[in-house]
């Protein structure tokens, strides 16, 4: 006779089997009873049809198209200028032991003298336009460049040389030794309509890093003509360009895509990827995107940077006259068919139009056909011809139509400037580097136990030591692995090593520890 424990435990277990069954045929069956906990349950399943997103996903997918063609022809660039004059009384920022090191080169300061500043390191972006190496950018991202090194891509590092610059349009021209380069389109900003989509691509990088390489972002032309002034009070600042902040011409594209000081010299590309601008600036209380940003018409930087590579050098046409916006009421004074042109404030004696016939109080509306609605655009205008050509000047004097035809002369833009070739320097310049002995003077102030091998004096901040981390007090035990025993041991070692090889060095600190870094030389 079955004891009545054990049948109760049975009868417990045959109802826990046929809960397990019955559970396994709910989730067969596609349900489950209200009971069971079961996780969180996310829908995949779009909330708009494919049909009524097509345009939203077709605009996106040549965003995309658009930003892979672009970006391999932008590049970063990379600026050293003279450091600043330092204050007695401390030691150089950034460089801990400039005071018991001296200046580099091992010079002893003399008495009184101050110490000398470190360079300072900037940045910005730039973009390829031909194979053999042309890289425009602007005027104020490579200006007092002492040294200036371009990054591709694919990570290539090279030293450039300065072609050319143009302080009136902001625009600059520099030069890598390559070859098979990818470029980009020049595309033209004389058509461009306001509302029309453009993309603002940059490569600032960070630091020397690749934390913000590559910036696309997307926006509408908002404006075009746009005379900011910017250029002209820069130079007015400027004691030797003064005599040619009269000349700065402004007629800006105005975007709403997002610009930051490092996209300056970046390209602004229309829905075909052409250049159709130059990011130069940005509309800002505090130095970053608020709300618009400016490029430089394409049409006006492709003319300045022809001149920079034909001649080193802007050839700017002159017209010679002073001029300013049509009011309305000038409309109505002077008869014209709607608020038009520009009126001719000053002629300077002897000048262009001056001789041509042009009056004062004439409005001049069109420059060989081209129509002229405000001072910047007639600058543009006449910027795009050559001097000594011959324009056709449509203008209204006294209510009449008339036609001048004006021969331009060559405004004096100052000294014609050489063309700066890149600076020839040794390898261990390249990496950015400066050595010394490591005397039992130093070896007692940095806490290494010994004297004797080499110590890293100092580190360009823009180097290529410096991006890899490499700082001012390590030792330099080996390159590539021989041993260093002295600055003669780190030229001899050097010497055979070629740009674009990869330089191995053996740093200890005077703890004790160590690393290896391993460098490319800059072509």
């Known amino acids: 006779m079955m004891d009545p424990l054990s049948s109760k435990i049975r009868v417990l277990l045959a109802a826990v089997v046929l809960g397990l069954a019955g559970l396994g045929g709910a989730s067969l069956l596609g349900w489950t009873p209200a009971y069971i906990v079961a996780g969180p349950v996310f829908s995949e ?73 470190p360079p300072r390191t900037s940045g910005g972006s ?117 005599e040619i902040a009269g000349f700065a011409i402004e007629d800006f594209i105005q975007t709403d895509a997002v610009i930051n000081p490092g996209n300056s010299g970046g390209p602004l590309v229309d829905v075909d990827g052409r250049v159709i601008g130059i990011n130069t600036a940005i509309a800002s209380r505090t130095g970053f995107y608020q709300g618009y940003g400016f490029a430089v018409p394409i049409d006006l930087a492709r003319r300045s940077m022809e001149d920079l590579i034909e001649y080193g050098r802007v050839r700017r046409p002159l017209l010679g006259i002073e001029m300013e916006e049509i009011t309305n009421v000038d409309v109505e004074y002077y008869g014209l068919p709607r608020r038009m042109g520009v009126l001719v404030q000053g002629l300077p004696d002897g000048s262009p139009a001056a001789r041509a016939g042009i009056q004062l109080e004439d409005v001049i509306v069109s420059i060989n056909g081209d129509d002229v609605e405000r001072p910047g655009q007639l600058q543009l205008l006449i910027a795009q011809r050559r001097p000594n050509e011959e324009v056709e000047v449509r203008l209204f004097r006294d209510g009449e139509p008339r036609t001048v035809r004006v021969r331009l002369g060559e405004a ?17 310049e390249r990496l950015g580097l400066d050595v010394r002995e490591l005397t039992e003077e130093v070896a007692a102030q940095l806490n290494y136990d010994e004297a004797g091998g080499v110590i890293i004096e100092n580190v360009s901040p823009a180097g290529p030591a410096a991006r890899r981390g490499v700082s001012p007090g390590w030792r330099l035990d080996e390159i590539n692995r021989e041993a260093v025993e002295s600055v003669g041991d780190v030229e001899r070692i050097l010497s055979s090593v070629e740009p674009g090889d990869v330089v191995n060095l053996r740093l200890s600190s005077p703890t004790g520890s160590s690393r290896v870094v391993n460098l490319r030389v800059p072509s």
């Open 412 to 428: 004096d833009l100052g000294p014609r400037p050489q063309r700066t070739q890149a600076r020839q320097s040794h390898t261990q």
């Open 126 to 242: 730039g973009f390829i336009v031909t194979q053999d190496g042309y890289i425009l950018t602007n005027d104020h991202v490579i200006s007092e460049a002492q040294t200036i090194r371009v990054f591709l891509a694919d990570g290539r590092e090279y030293l450039a040389e300065i072609v050319g610059t143009d302080p009136t349009t902001d625009v600059a021209v520099i030069r890598i030794d390559e070859r098979n380069l990818p470029v980009l389109s020049l595309g033209d900003s004389r058509s461009l309509e306001v509302g029309e989509w453009v993309l603002a691509v940059g490569n600032p990088g960070f630091g020397g890093g690749r934390a913000l390489d590559y910036t696309v972002t997307a926006g509408i032309v908002s404006a075009i003509g746009r005379p900011l002034q910017l250029l002209q009070q820069g130079l007015m600042r400027q004691e030797d360009l003064q």
């Open 45 to 117: 399943q779009p909330q708009v049809s494919e049909e009524a997103v097509r345009p939203a996903r077709d605009l996106s997918n040549a965003f995309v198209a658009i930003s892979q063609a672009v970006t391999p022809a932008v590049v970063r660039i990379e600026v050293e200028r003279p450091g600043r004059t330092v204050q007695r009384g401390g030691p150089q920022p950034g460089n801990p032991f400039d005071w018991f090191f001296g200046p580099p080169g091992g010079q002893e300061r003399g008495e009184g003298q101050q110490p000398q500043a």
